[in-house]
């Protein structure tokens, strides 16, 4: 399930060869996080996700947590930054996305690849603990971003990780 | 009034995603990073940064939550 993926580092840029099934794979999942963040109707703002079902407000809040823990200064931490973060998310998927329709590996410099990871991590968010297929596309995303941060950084990979707690795919 | 970056143990990023976002952020040495990323799964939250003035801490904050951190400030008289 999900497709295979294989990067090479060179100098300062990552190539990722995708196989067709991992590009379908994120194709539909980051569609799906475009989906639940992507443009919204006109004049509508940041603040009105409220109005958003349950099971959608409990997945916007995680990604956009609230930086203080209530009052004015959490409204204003929102205001000037929540649209500002939504849509540089909504950005950097699109290009995602735009990358995986060209011919041959996909290429990363430093910043595609800050890019990726936050938008792979994001995307993770919107497959909840719900039925198994979804859980694998998560895992397979989660396995996706760590690939990506040790081949930037492989220097972590020397670090006793923690194995369980914070490596979970379901949020 | 000093404003704390507090970033969060959760149960969605991986330890070397954390860290690696600390990295790209705040430009931390990898040896930091890991050790501020283990300080918030050990104890539930490290706090990555303490600032004067109000904006720096709030941009910092922002980034961080771009890389999908639960990262928050705590203000200090």
């Known amino acids: 399930m999900t497709g295979d993926i294989e990067l090479f580092v060179d100098e300062e840029t990552v190539y990722l060869k995708l196989s067709e099934q991992a590009r379908q794979t994120l194709r539909e999942a980051v569609g799906w996080l475009l989906h639940y963040v992507g443009p919204w109707p006109e004049g509508q703002k940041f603040l009105e996700r409220l109005r958003y079902p349950g099971q959608r407000m409990s997945m916007l809040a995680r990604m956009f947590p609230q930086a203080y823990p209530y009052g004015p200064t959490a409204a204003e931490f929102h205001q000037r930054f929540g649209e500002l973060l939504r849509f540089n998310l909504v950005s950097a998927a699109q290009r995602l996305l735009a990358s995986l329709d060209g011919p041959g590996p996909v290429r990363c410099d430093l910043d595609a690849v800050d890019e990726w990871v936050m938008v792979l991590g994001q995307t993770r968010l919107v497959y909840g603990p719900r039925e198994r297929p979804a859980v694998e596309v998560a895992a397979w995303l989660t396995r996706v971003q760590q690939e990506l941060v040790l081949a930037v950084q492989p220097e972590l990979a020397t670090w006793s990780f923690p194995t369980t707690g914070t490596t979970s795919a379901t949020p | ?77």
């Open chain 2, 1 to 77: 009034m000093t404003w704390r970056v507090l970033v969060h143990n959760d149960a969605i990023n991986s330890f070397a995603t954390v860290a690696y976002a600390l990295v790209r952020v705040l430009s931390m040495p990898v040896e930091h990073a890991a050790a501020a990323a283990r300080q918030a799964y050990e104890s539930g939250v490290a706090e990555i940064g303490a600032y004067t003035e109000r904006e720096p801490a709030e941009a910092i904050t922002a980034r961080l939550q771009a890389f999908g951190l639960n990262a928050s400030i705590e203000v200090a008289a």
